[in-house]
């Protein structure tokens, strides 16, 4: 019996809602393993090993996450790094392991040793190698040329390791703006210093601001000083620091502007709530009211920075501020009894009350009171508390003693600074050639001049003129001319120090060396030998009827430049047919021939091949030619 569509429709449906009602949901897995286990520790050492598999084989959805994941990072696209962008500087941690550390302490022995040149000369050497030295170990070089005035020698360091790649920190900057200020280049340290606000990925420390402010201070520059004050405080967001407002302090002093000092000292007491905890702007201010003539006023300032009951942090710093203040104003008494307490409080490494500016404070003081037996007797005790003078404090006790006349006690102590461990510079060689001239003494400030130039030093014309001067005034003209001979490469002499030599010879009837001078003079590309020049030694020689020799002399040596230009340019000429000849031997022949036309030689190997392949009955000439 056949069933309609709907019928059989409606049959279908009927068993399905039937199948539906009756079937029930199959137990879960973990039901039935709960199950096939005999115990709670089985299950637990079945879980485990589960655990141990899918350690070992990640389940297939984990894998091709992963998968994912990393297809999607390489196709993300790195960003292009700006090859001009500033390099940060390494950080501490890379100086502290390895050979890297083993170099920088081999550094810093040669360091310790005095030996600046290998450590410097070590340095550039590292940089090429297996183990680059840190910004931390130059560091380390710089600021030890520093210590020791060899700017140059910094400043070539300095530019090596920037085209280096190694990338500068703070620290760097910082000794750098200390060279500049200290050669009295100001206005190069603040363009290093816009370079560094512009262009350094890091800020500058309140320590830039300290060197920069007390240089521009000592450079004359206090307005500027002024403003970098303000940057530093209201753009940069420091704490007003006392000895920023020292220094400042300081330069007003030195500009006579006790009203300026007033004003800097009001300002640090709103900044810090009315209260000045340091004591090292207190000789400043003890100095303006001197100045101002107000000296019970001074005094009680005074009491308040240094007495019995004061509250103030006093550094050495402050000591020796307040101590100069003393010394400079009638109160060396004082300063006698404020000098032994900071002696008997100063107890290193906790408590450090004197330094090095301490002891140079009482030298002057000393010399200003024609003590200077004294003052050399304090000097000498530096040492036993730790503190070693550098050249500036021996130029100092020399200056005062050599304008004083006591040059033997002032030889005594330039003998001593080799011991110390401090090198004389040209200053030092100058003070006692000067005074050796002042003596009589000639012979020995020549020494001098001559041992400032063995030991590698460059004095200035003005130190050489004197010199010259000196012995043409003595009659040593041998002398006089052995000097110039010797300083004429090392020194950029202008002409009034080439007429002083020429008519010292010139008065001495000595025309065969003035001669031999001018010859020396022409044969020197550096020298310009000008015009004024050349009317001067005319006239010198014209006392002898010898001016002529001066102009033959003139076209002989064009013509030898002359000669020496032709030859050079055949000699050039020559070079470039031999290196033609050599490249044209290397190459084929038919890259300098016409390539339209075949050589004789070409065309009768040619012909004997097409006849041989004619006998033979090989195949054509043209694919053998192929």
């Known amino acids: ?24 949901n199959p137990p879960s897995i973990i039901t039935i393993r709960l199950l096939s286990f005999s115990s709670s520790e089985e299950a637990a ?65 040669l360091i310790r040793e005095n030996d600046l040149e290998e450590a410097a000369l070590f340095t550039r050497h590292s940089v090429y190698s297996n183990c680059k030295p ?26 090596f390791i920037i085209q280096a790649g190694v990338a500068p920190n703070i620290i760097t900057h910082n000794l750098i703006f200390q060279t500049y200020l200290d050669c009295r280049k100001p206005d190069t340290a603040l363009e290093h210093y816009k370079q560094l606000i512009n262009d350094a990925p890091f800020n500058p420390s309140p320590t830039t601001y300290r060197i920069l402010i007390k240089g521009l201070v000592d450079n004359g520059r206090i307005e500027k000083a002024l403003e970098l004050k303000e940057e530093m405080v209201e753009i940069k967001g420091f704490t007003p620091d006392p000895l920023v407002y020292h220094y400042l302090m300081v330069g007003c002093v030195r500009n006579s502007d006790s009203d300026g000092v007033f004003k800097l000292f009001e300002e640090l007491k709103e900044k810090t709530g009315g209260v000045v905890e340091d004591g090292v702007v207190y000789g400043a201010l003890i100095k303006a009211y001197f100045m101002k003539g107000m000296e019970e006023e001074a005094m009680e300032y005074y009491e308040e920075a240094v007495g019995e009951n004061s509250k ?21 008494d004082e300063a006698l009894k404020l000098f032994d307490r900071m002696i008997q409080e100063h107890n290193p490494p906790r408590n450090l009350a004197v330094n090095l500016g301490s002891f140079n404070v009482m030298v002057d003081g000393y010399c200003a009171q024609g003590r200077f037996e004294e003052a050399v007797e304090v000097f000498r005790k530096m040492g036993d508390y730790r503190c070693n003078p550098d050249v500036l404090s021996f130029n100092n006790l020399i200056d005062q003693l050599c304008k004083n006349g006591m040059l033997v006690k002032a030889e005594e102590l330039y003998g ?3 011991g110390k461990g401090v090198k004389a510079d040209e200053y030092t060689y100058g003070l006692l ?45 041998d002398e006089a001319k052995s000097f110039y001979y010797l300083m004429v490469k090392k020194l950029k002499m202008d002409n009034a120090s080439y007429k002083f030599m020429m008519a010292a010879l010139a008065d001495a009837r000595d025309m065969d060396e003035l001669l031999k001078m001018v010859d020396g003079m022409l044969d020197d590309e550096a020298i310009e030998f000008d015009s004024e020049l050349q009317e001067f030694a005319k006239e ?34 020559a070079a470039k ?17 016409n390539k339209g036309k075949e050589s004789e030689t070409d065309s009768v190997e040619k012909k004997e091949t097409v006849e041989e392949a004619n006998i033979v009955g090989s195949t054509p000439p043209e694919a053998n030619l192929k």
Do not use: W
Not at 546 to 560: A, S
């Open 1 to 24: 019996m056949a069933l309609s569509k709907p019928t059989l429709f409606g049959h279908l449906k009927t068993l399905v809602a039937h199948r539906h009602r009756y079937h029930h």
């Open 45 to 109: 050492a079945e879980r485990r090993r589960r655990k141990r598999r899918l350690r070992i084989e990640p389940p297939l959805s984990s894998l091709h996450r992963s998968q994912q994941q990393q297809s999607q990072t390489q196709q993300i696209p790195k960003p292009i790094q700006n090859p001009n962008a500033p390099k940060l500087p390494e950080p501490i941690s890379e100086v502290l392991s390895g050979k890297r550390n083993d170099l920088h302490n081999r550094i810093l022995k």
């Open 134 to 159: 840190t910004i931390y170990t130059v560091n380390a070089v710089l600021n030890a040329q520093l210590r020791q005035s060899k700017y140059s020698d910094l400043l070539s360091l300095h530019r």
């Open 312 to 332: 103030l942090k006093m550094s050495a710093v402050a000591y020796n501020s307040v101590l100069d203040a003393l010394c400079k104003n009638g109160k060396f």
């Open 416 to 418: 001593e600074m080799d």
């Open 433 to 477: 050639m000067d005074t050796c001239f002042e003596n009589d003494r000639v012979d020995d400030g020549a020494a001098y001049f001559k041992k400032m130039v063995d030991s590698g030093l460059r004095p200035n014309l003005a130190v050489y003129n004197r010199l010259v001067d000196k012995l043409v005034k003595v009659g040593k003209i």
């Open 540 to 573: 010198l020689l014209g006392r002898d009827g010898r001016e002529e020799e001066l102009t033959e002399l003139m076209e002989r040596k064009e013509r030898e430049k002359a000669e020496a230009k032709a030859k050079e340019a055949e000699a050039a000429e």
């Open 577 to 593: 047919r031999s290196a033609k000849a050599a490249v044209a031997s290397l190459l084929p022949s038919k890259l300098f021939g």
